[in-house]
């Protein structure tokens, strides 16, 4: 069992930076891909980015590519989300999640966080 907790959500303005972490405990996520997600208020969960194992492979929905960076740290057990250039749209609860192989649907991921808020004023 993988627990994950979300944690560096909060309010921004358009424009700026947040950097959301993930932190597991449970057993190690060194053999899971990792992947973050997002559910806007009315709308459903969506798709934010995936980073493989090692870390070495990661993929983006186009709505965050080259604002958004996932990056994993194994030996702290932890990964993050670098979001920049942050816009009204981003606004949403963000989960990290955690499964077996690089993927963008969520049905792929076997364990989820509880999520934390990310507001974005414009």
């Known amino acids: 069992q993988v627990r994950l907790v979300e944690s560096g959500g909060g309010l921004a303005q358009a424009g700026g930076s947040l950097t959301l972490s993930c932190a597991a405990s449970?057993?190690?996520?060194?053999?899971?891909?990792m992947g973050w997600f997002r559910q806007a208020p009315g709308k459903e969960r969506e798709f934010v980015a995936t980073?493989?194992?090692?870390?070495?492979?990661?993929y983006y929905a186009d709505s965050v590519k080259g604002r958004f960076t996932i990056s994993r740290d194994n030996t702290k057990n932890t990964v993050y989300l670098r979001m920049n250039n942050l816009n009204a749209e981003d606004t949403a609860v963000y989960y990290c999640?955690?499964?077996?192989?690089?993927?963008?649907?969520?049905?792929?991921?076997?364990?989820w966080g509880q999520g934390t808020q990310v507001t974005v004023s414009s």
């Open positions: 999640a955690a499964g077996s192989q690089l993927a963008s649907y969520d049905y792929d991921y076997n364990y």
């Open positions: 980073i493989s194992w090692s870390g070495g492979n990661s």
């Open positions: 449970g057993r190690t996520i060194r053999n899971y891909a």
